[in-house]
């Protein structure tokens, strides 16, 4: 009796994955085919907030996914660009600062160049703890509201293309069903709250590596943790605590976690797929990740996808 039971509650996830994979497609702004394996982490999740429903969570609950930024939702990088075989595809929001007057430190005059030399000397000597934040701190004394508007502008009209159609079919589908999306990204989190209005999330949902600002002017002083590598599960980790506090009685989920890359990514990644729900398996995806790490094994379901909306 139980095997047919079981046989049952399979039968039925599989025939309400099919009618929302149907519902869902084709999503309003992703205008290329979706990789198959998309389809089918959309589905997983959702099933696992069912699970959950189905073994007494509220459908008041907060169901949560988490995403990193660059190189999960966006092909690319929106502080650094994108390149291809040598040619710029499209320049990255710290070029774009520079060049707009918005870093003191380097003129708009071809001051990218001093910066990038910089910036690369910094990563390959002292590692990505050091060189990322710079890329903020380098913007010390620029407005705020500007950097704000630049972003914006940037992510509406140059950007926006580049988004996975694997990612924004996945996305799109969780946003349909009521499952919040999260983004903690390694950029500066001025740079990736420009795609807030492309993607539909709100603000308060996107983070990335901050400064304190004052009177309207960024400054150097980093906002700890900063979010890289074991920050971005020390971040999530205060998120979620500041969300029990606000709302305290509340039930909160993590089911989801997307990232591609085991360097920056892994340990939220990690503390996602290791959670133990009450029913259901979190599903963590690495896209494009390469070769696994020995201490990674198993945890992620790995993907590819290289299809953008455009």
């Known amino acids: 009796m139980k095997f047919h039971k079981r046989q049952a509650v399979l039968t039925r996830q599989r025939?309400?994955?099919?009618?929302?994979?149907?519902?869902?497609?084709?999503?309003?702004?992703?205008?290329?085919?979706?990789?198959?394996?998309?389809?089918?982490?959309?589905?997983?999740?959702?099933?696992?907030?069912?699970?959950?429903?189905?073994?007494?969570a509220s459908r008041d609950a907060a169901f949560i996914t988490v995403w990193d930024f660059d190189g999960t939702i966006l092909d690319g990088d929106c502080s650094e660009g994108l390149a291809r075989n040598g040619e710029v595809v499209y320049a990255g929001l710290a070029e774009l600062a520079i060049d707009n007057g918005l870093s003191p430190l380097y003129s708009n005059k071809g001051g990218f160049e001093a910066f990038w030399h910089d910036y690369r000397l910094l990563d390959e000597r002292m590692g990505h703890w050091?060189?990322?934040?710079?890329?903020?701190?380098?913007?010390?004394?620029?407005?705020?509201?500007a950097l704000v508007e630049l972003?914006?502008?940037t992510f509406e009209n140059v950007y926006k293309p580049y988004y996975f159609a694997g990612s924004m079919y996945i996305l799109e589908g969780l946003q349909q069903a009521g499952i919040?999306?999260?983004?903690?990204?390694?950029?500066?989190?001025?740079?990736?709250?420009?795609?807030?209005?492309?993607?539909?999330?709100?603000?308060d949902f996107i983070h990335g590596i901050r400064v304190i600002e004052k009177d309207g002017l960024m400054t150097e002083e980093l906002v700890y943790p900063v979010t890289w590598n074991e920050g971005k599960r020390k971040h999530l980790e205060a998120v979620l605590a500041a969300r029990a506090a606000a709302n305290p009685g509340r039930e909160i989920y993590v089911i989801g976690g997307f990232g591609n890359s085991y360097n920056t990514d892994g340990p939220?990644?990690?503390?996602?797929?290791?959670?133990?729900?009450?029913?259901?398996?979190?599903?963590?995806a690495m896209i494009n990740g390469g070769d696994t790490p020995q201490d990674y094994s198993g945890l992620f379901t790995e993907i590819a996808q290289a299809a953008t909306v455009k």
């Open 180 to 203: 919040e999306v999260h983004i903690i990204s390694a950029s500066a989190e001025r740079f990736v709250e420009g795609a807030a209005k492309t993607l539909n999330i709100h603000p």
């Open 268 to 284: 939220f990644m990690a503390w996602i797929a290791k959670q133990n729900l009450p029913a259901g398996k979190p599903v963590v």
């Open 15 to 56: 025939v309400i994955g099919a009618l929302l994979v149907a519902l869902l497609l084709p999503l309003p702004g992703v205008a290329a085919q979706p990789e198959k394996t998309s389809m089918q982490l959309l589905d997983r999740v959702l099933a696992v907030r069912e699970a959950l429903i189905d073994q007494g």
């Open 130 to 145: 050091i060189a990322y934040p710079f890329i903020v701190q380098m913007l010390r004394g620029g407005s705020v509201d």
């Open 151 to 153: 972003a914006e502008h």
